[in-house]
């Protein structure tokens, strides 16, 4: 990856010399960057959640979080751990390699004490009342590929690091209605292949939100986001998530995504 | 392994208190998690304009890691009840075995172990042993297949199923198979249905339940006659789970005494005339079953079917020599969950019944059909979340229709109102409740 840097940055140098415009990577290879980063086979990790209204009333949420990948795709499982309304409710999804093959997704609810079988089509929702929505929260670092049309627009700097600035837009309306999202610009840590921040407009046009991502730290060898920070233009509302307790080394047992698991609680 | 591993759990506390007390007081400490709730509810009646209750809840949860991986979880309950209702004086509690009732502190409180149990892990097998809940079934609202625990009828079907089932002591255990799931349950614990006594609020007293003498004939009723040997008398089940194509499957089977009382009847030629004598008791059924549930796109679809071998059901017929008839009962469920609004859940279920027997006399019509529909929204960053749901019986032209709204005012503080609406015929086993609707206001605490 340093490699790579070191040649778009000597490739740039031979170019400025030339009086040439610095050649900068495809948006598209932008995003095939952003998505080929290790993100660790496994990871166990505890997420807070802090929900602050536009008045400053703050709510937390407390979660202990568990992927996996192998060749099948990626699962993900959530556990609350407070508040006491929330606590044990569990929340799986299955995120299948195979091409269009539709995500499934289980809730358990422990006031019916029933693991339920939900929709995976709510993509744009909110999750769990944050300013991120499912897609975000399943994608993490990553982004869909295949969801947006990639253009580079320049390069920028964001927290003193060199970023290209990357515009996403959804290939279709139908996307950009289950995304929520008409227009996304990414600004990618051009070193890491990590976004640093993310600018949202909504379907008609609008500001939507933005999200700054910070406390970027190695954690076993692979870059890791400790803290994420939502801001939704339109409610006033923002999100604080931050990581703690982030784990790529101990195994993650499969047992872990199953009904059984959900039902049990967080090991 | 697990003997070990239970020898394990009697050993740790010793070797805890073979340290300074102090000491072993922080490492219990470092183990163990308190956590709880606090509800406080009023419900006021709106056609009498009377209080049905003014509770106070307060639940208290235990979680405690023992050596070899066990934990233990207690869960108690402290109820009180400033209008004494529900549950007019002290109930019997005859339907609960000595192990399961509660403890009633003068009319107006009780206190109930909920839960105590331990889980475990054996290889790749689920121990959970002691009091429990053991839920089966997707549907939401009415009970095919979730008849393990028996219910709570105090408040009829209003209060949440995890509140209103009757936890039971039982030996539940999971073994993944391949590509299947095995649960084995054994529950020793002769306990069913708390059905409310006949001053309560919410008596049932539809003939669709209750069988009714010809007017001016006496009716004597014995003493309920029930099972009380541990052993001899307990449940037992199996569930078998897999995902196949995308859907979620269960086989279910259960071999339990029917939660429900069968009112034997016997009429007695006296000089002064004919009287009824009626005589409950519990039999024994076996449910067979199976469950599915899916998604597509935006919708889930979902559902539960059981099949009841001889259950009983009471009968008018005077000819008829105790008054019950023996039946088989197919019972199934139809949901349908979709998702296509933000935020926002609407379903359908569609209920019914089947019995295999239709004598002239029986009260149960052959079928019963219910439909049943949910409206959920949740706004503000999820601190707002409105409900609407309807119990609608098609043969009587009765229901329950449901409106609630919850508020999260700060963290751990939630405030809501509600209204429950009964309607139709006093023959249905809703529209008996009809003088009953209630509105209801209150807030809960996370402790």
């Not at chain 2, 340290?19 to 509810?41: D, H, I, K, N």
């Not at chain 2, 049905?52 to 208290?60: A, I």
């Not at chain 2, 559902?303 to 197919?330: H, Y």
Request: net charge negative; hydrophobic share 40%; proline share 5%.
């Amino acid at each position: 990856m340093r490699r790579l840097a070191a040649l778009l940055a000597a490739a740039a140098l031979t170019a400025a010399a030339r009086g040439e415009p610095a050649p900068r990577p495809e948006g598209v290879e932008v995003a095939r960057r952003i998505n080929a980063r290790d993100e660790g086979r496994h990871v166990s990790r505890t997420a807070r959640w802090e929900l602050v209204d536009r008045q400053g009333g703050r709510r937390t949420r407390e979660t202990r979080v568990f992927r996996k990948t192998d060749a099948a795709g990626k699962r993900s499982v959530l556990f609350f751990l407070a508040p006491q309304n929330l606590r044990d409710t569990a929340f799986l999804t299955v995120d299948f390699a195979e091409p269009g093959r539709e995500d499934d997704q289980w809730l358990y609810l422990p006031a019916a004490r029933k693991v339920r079988r939900v929709s995976a089509t709510d993509r744009g929702e909110s999750f769990l009342g944050s300013d991120l929505s499912y897609e975000d929260v399943k994608l993490e670092t990553q982004v869909g590929l295949g969801d947006y049309r990639w253009t580079t627009l320049g390069e920028e700097e964001v927290d003193g690091r060199a970023c290209l600035a990357v515009e996403a837009v959804p290939v279709d309306e139908k996307t950009a209605r289950e995304l929520g999202y008409g227009r996304v610009l990414l600004s990618v840590d051009a070193e890491l292949w990590m976004v640093r921040r993310a600018e949202y407009w909504d379907p008609g046009g609008r500001p939507l939100k933005t999200a700054h991502l910070t406390d970027i730290r190695l954690v076993d060898g692979i870059w890791t986001v400790h803290r994420v920070e939502v801001a939704n233009a339109v409610t006033g509302h923002r999100t604080i998530l931050s990581f703690h307790d982030v784990d790529y080394a101990s195994p993650v047992d499969d047992d872990l995504f199953t009904e059984r698991a959900l039902v049990r609680g967080v090991p | 392994m697990l003997r070990a591993a239970l020898c394990a759990g009697v050993a740790w506390p010793a070797a805890a208190a073979a340290q300074a007390p102090g000491s072993a007081l922080a490492e219990l400490a470092s183990r163990a998690e308190l956590v709880g709730t606090a509800r406080v509810e009023w419900a006021f009646g709106l056609s009498d304009a009377e209080s049905q209750k003014l509770e106070l809840v307060l639940e208290p949860e235990l979680e405690l890691e023992l050596p070899a991986g066990l934990d233990l979880t207690a869960v108690g309950r402290l109820r009180a009840d400033a209008f004494d209702e529900l549950e007019p004086g002290a109930p019997t509690q005859h339907e609960r075995s000595v192990i399961s009732r509660r403890a009633l502190v003068g009319d107006r409180v009780d206190l109930e172990l909920r839960e105590l149990y331990v889980e475990g892990e054996v290889g790749r097998a689920l121990f959970t042993l002691g009091k429990q809940q053991i839920v089966w079934g997707r549907a939401d609202g009415l009970k095919v297949l979730d008849v393990v625990n028996p219910q709570d009828f105090r408040e009829f079907i209003l209060p949440d199923f995890d509140e209103s089932r009757i936890p039971l002591w039982a030996v539940n255990t999971e073994v993944p198979l391949g590509e299947f799931a095995l649960q084995l349950v054994w529950l020793p614990d002769p306990t069913f249905h708390d059905l409310p006594e006949e001053d309560a609020l919410f008596a049932f007293t539809s003939p669709e339940l209750i069988p009714s003498a010809p007017p001016g004939v006496p009716v004597t009723q014995r003493s309920v006659d029930r099972p009380r040997e541990f052993i001899r008398d307990s449940d037992a089940g199996a569930r078998l789970s897999t995902s196949l194509g995308g859907f979620d499957l269960t086989l279910n089977y259960l071999w339990h005494y029917d939660d429900e009382p069968v009112l034997f009847r016997e009429i007695l030629a006296e000089p002064t005339g004919p009287r009824v004598v009626v005589a409950p008791g519990y039999e024994r059924t076996q449910l067979v079953g199976a469950t599915f549930a899916n998604a597509f796109g935006e919708l889930t679809v979902r559902g539960e079917l059981g099949f009841s071998i001889d259950r009983f059901f009471p009968t008018e017929d005077p000819a008829d020599p105790d008054g019950v008839v023996r039946a088989n009962e197919l019972d199934w469920v139809l949901g349908l969950d979709w998702y296509g609004l933000r935020e926002t859940l609407l379903s359908v279920q569609l209920f019914q019944t089947r019995l295999s027997r239709d004598p002239a006399g029986m009260i149960r019509d052959e079928f019963a059909t219910n439909v049943t529909f949910l409206a959920r929204r949740e706004f503000r960053n999820d601190r707002v979340a409105a409900q609407l749901a309807c119990i609608h019986g098609v043969d009587h032209g009765d229901g329950l229709a449901r409106a609630r709204v919850g508020f999260e005012l700060r963290e751990g503080l939630e405030l809501f109102a509600g209204l429950d609406v009964f309607y139709g015929s006093e023959r249905g086993v809703f529209g008996e409740f009809d003088h009953n609707d209630r509105l209801v206001v209150g807030f809960e605490i996370g402790l």
